[in-house]
């Protein structure tokens, strides 16, 4: 397998995977570059279950709890939503709300509201409400402005 690296100066990095046919080996390279094989432990019915981070649409506190939103799943946290913003923030986690943490790559619309806030539709059709707040960070990440 030959392997080619350029470094950039500016934009997003990429990762192009040109293959004859799908082995398990270049199915493992494409999981490790979507970032499937980080993962964090979290509970279910009592019972503790590794969460792929890409699979976390957001996470919300309730009560001092925090929640873990998935596509079918939901998940309890051990960690605060400060620690999943700092820890996962290169994954794309966005702190949107005193409340709430979400997964900017499971973004599917945006609508501009009053007040300069932003109404975000999820992958999983749940609506978010970005008060401005954070809407201007949310608005630079976006432009991939990075600070």
Not at 1 to 26: A, D, F, N, P, W
Not at 105 to 115: K, N, T
Not at 123 to 136: C, D, F, L, Q, W
Request: charged share 30%; aromatic share 8%.
């Amino acid at each position: 397998m030959k392997i080619t690296l350029q470094q950039i100066t500016e934009g997003k990095e990429e990762v192009i995977i040109r293959y004859r046919e799908m082995t398990e080996e270049i199915d493992g390279i494409i999981k490790y570059a979507e970032g499937q094989g980080k993962r964090l432990l979290a509970a279910k019915d009592g019972q503790q279950a590794p969460v792929r981070i890409s699979q976390v649409i957001y996470a919300e506190s309730v009560d001092g709890v925090t929640w873990l939103y998935t596509d079918k799943e939901v998940y309890r946290s051990g960690l605060t939503l400060s620690l999943l913003e700092g820890m996962y923030a290169g994954e794309g986690f966005f702190r949107c709300s005193k409340s709430m943490v979400i997964n900017i790559y499971c973004i599917s619309r945006l609508r501009s509201m009053p007040e300069k806030r932003i109404d975000v539709t999820m992958s999983n059709g749940e609506h978010v409400t970005i008060s401005r707040h954070y809407a201007k960070a949310l608005r630079s990440i976006l432009k991939g402005d990075t600070e």
